[in-house]
T-cell receptor, first 112, second 111 residues
């Protein structure tokens, strides 16, 4: 069966520090991968998605970047965090368009 | 942005059916309607999806109007554990791969 792992679960980082959040998927190959952010009390904002190794589409210009060094690995990064980067970050995958997406448990990032 | 409109919040009595509406008037012929829910501080959970026929699974039923411009998610016997934000989404844009969520409906099941 397929599983998605996302870590860490919580993270507190100072302003200006770097960020690296990792997401891995098991039990499937060539998934579509997604990074979302959810600010407190708000909906899910799609940040990046990837249809293959090295292929990244950015939906919102921002202080963040994403990379996909391996088929089932998706990384969200920042060189210098801002206070506005605080939020709940979710990774998701799905096998093909028009199939359901499966989400990780999320990382709650607080930038102080 | 997602091409769906949902009420911001709804209440439902425990044990009663919860009917969550969604408008998607600009849906195109090959776009599916998906429903997810998000319980506080967790990742969203897939519920059901459909194209034009009504669908039912162990969690819910999905009723799609004949013109496909709206749909309703039905939780037949709501429990307290069904309290969550419910998202109705459709595939958006020319790309087949992006997946946008709106702000959803916050359903509160009342004892």
């Amino acid at each position: 069966s397929q599983t998605i792992h996302q870590w860490p679960a919580t993270l507190v980082q100072p302003v200006g520090s770097p960020l690296s959040l990792e997401c891995t998927v098991e039990g499937t190959s060539n998934p579509n991968l997604y990074w979302y952010r959810q600010a407190a009390g708000r909906g899910l904002q799609l940040l990046f998605y990837s249809v293959g190794i090295g292929q990244i589409s950015s939906e919102v210009p921002q202080n963040l970047s994403a990379s996909r060094p391996q088929d089932r690995q998706f990384i969200l990064s920042s060189k210098k965090l801002l206070l506005s980067d605080s939020g709940f970050y979710l990774c998701a995958w799905r096998g093909r368009p028009n199939t359901e997406a499966f989400f990780g448990q999320g990382t709650r990032l607080t930038v102080v | 942005d997602a091409k769906t409109t949902q009420p911001t919040s709804m209440d439902c009595a425990e044990g009663r059916a919860a009917n969550l509406p969604c408008n998607h008037s600009t849906i195109s012929g090959n776009e599916y309607v998906y429903w997810y829910r998000q319980i506080h501080s967790q990742g969203p959970q897939y519920i059901i999806h459909g194209l034009k026929n009504n669908e039912t699974n162990e969690m819910a039923s999905l009723i799609i109007t004949e013109d496909r411009k709206s749909s309703t998610l039905i939780l037949p016997h709501a429990t307290l554990r069904d309290t969550a934000v419910y998202y109705c989404i459709v595939r958006v844009g020319t790309g087949a791969n992006n997946l946008f969520f709106g702000t959803g409906t916050r359903l509160t099941v009342i004892p």
